[in-house]
């Protein structure tokens, strides 16, 4: 059997980092350790860290900020696992997580692995639309987490594997924010090793409670994409340009009320066409009309604001 070492930085999260690691206290195998880094927070999860010191092997660090990327460096240099496994804070796991790794890696020698993310039950209905608007295909091109699109697997950190080789080799994370995850797969990829996704290995990730806090996230992950281009120009592919083009399609639909306006009403059947086919997805997949009609707004805002981010990004420079 292998043995995990659960690697999960934190910011000002105590919230999160209690129901997640409530979460892995229910894990059917537990051949794992837990390692927590406190990213210099100052509202600290020390307390709720001793909640869990009977029922997990758990290990908290306290040091400066220095953002994700190198605080997972950091719990990798403690780390005494066969393989490193890293979450984000706003990960929820379900208690087949490890069994279902384990079973996969036994018939697939994968060095680094990644799974899908999901919303569960609990969530809240805007948190549930924030999730299908990350994971349709109207918004990301049915990129995240399905097997039948990924083509060469990149793993992404909220719910990521390697081995102790990996990190080894490579060193863990060269930049700690604006895409680092994304550098970091790529880099495992270079150096020849072999990556994969687990399909049964989902998460369930709770992401944003607000559109104004969705937006700044993917308005992020906009620029990280593009600052993602500086170190590899042949990883920006037209499906990562899918929200830019929308960005400009609505700028080009604004502007053509005022000097052709046959162009603005075929935009405005094309925007309804758009907005009906996520809204009937969603409430299908959801079962729910609250859901899709949330699903809607949260789609518009995960197109706009990551295209945003890329146009901000680029017009940079730097």
């Known amino acids: 059997m ?13 919230n999160e980092i209690d129901e997640l690691l409530d979460s ?4 059917s195998y537990s051949n794992f350790e ?24 758990i290990h908290y660090f306290f040091k400066p900020n220095s953002g994700q990327g190198f605080s997972r460096n950091f719990g990798f240099e403690k780390a005494k696992g066969d393989f490193f496994v890293v979450f984000d804070s706003d990960c929820l796991i379900p208690e087949d997580y490890f069994h279902e790794v384990e079973a996969y890696l036994e018939k697939d020698n994968l060095d680094a692995f990644g799974g899908p993310d999901k919303a569960h039950a609990s969530f809240t209905p805007m948190q549930k639309a924030i999730s299908y608007a990350m994971t349709s295909p109207f918004t990301t091109g049915g990129i995240r987490g399905n097997k039948k699109h990924t083509g060469v697997f990149h793993p992404r950190s909220f719910n990521m594997g390697i081995s102790k080789e990996v990190y080894n080799n490579t060193q863990g994370y060269k930049i700690t924010r604006m895409g680092e995850d994304i550098e970091f797969s790529l880099r495992i990829i270079e150096n020849g090793f072999k990556t994969g996704l687990i399909p049964e290995a989902y998460v ?10 969705f937006f700044k996230q993917l308005h992020f992950f906009g620029r990280a994409r593009v600052n993602i281009k500086r170190f590899y120009p042949k990883e920006l592919k037209l499906v990562h340009m899918l929200p830019l083009f929308f960005v400009l399609g609505l700028i080009g639909w604004l502007i053509s009320y005022f000097v052709f306006f046959d162009l603005f009403l075929l935009g405005t059947g094309l925007l309804a066409f758009f907005s009906l086919a996520v809204f009937l997805d969603a409430t299908i997949k959801n079962r729910s009309l609250s ?7 949260t789609s518009f805002t995960q197109l706009i604001a990551y295209g945003i981010g890329m146009i901000r990004e680029s017009l940079s420079g730097s």
């Open 2 to 14: 292998r043995r995990y070492s659960v690697i999960i930085p934190v910011y000002n999260r105590p």
């Open 291 to 297: 859901i899709g009609i949330l699903s809607v707004a």
């Open 34 to 57: 837990v390692i927590v880094v406190e990213d210099g927070s100052e509202n600290d999860c020390k307390a709720i860290i001793e909640k869990y010191t009977g029922e997990l092997e």
């Open 204 to 213: 369930y990730h709770k992401r944003r409670t607000s559109l104004n806090q």
């Open 24 to 27: 892995l206290t229910k894990q």
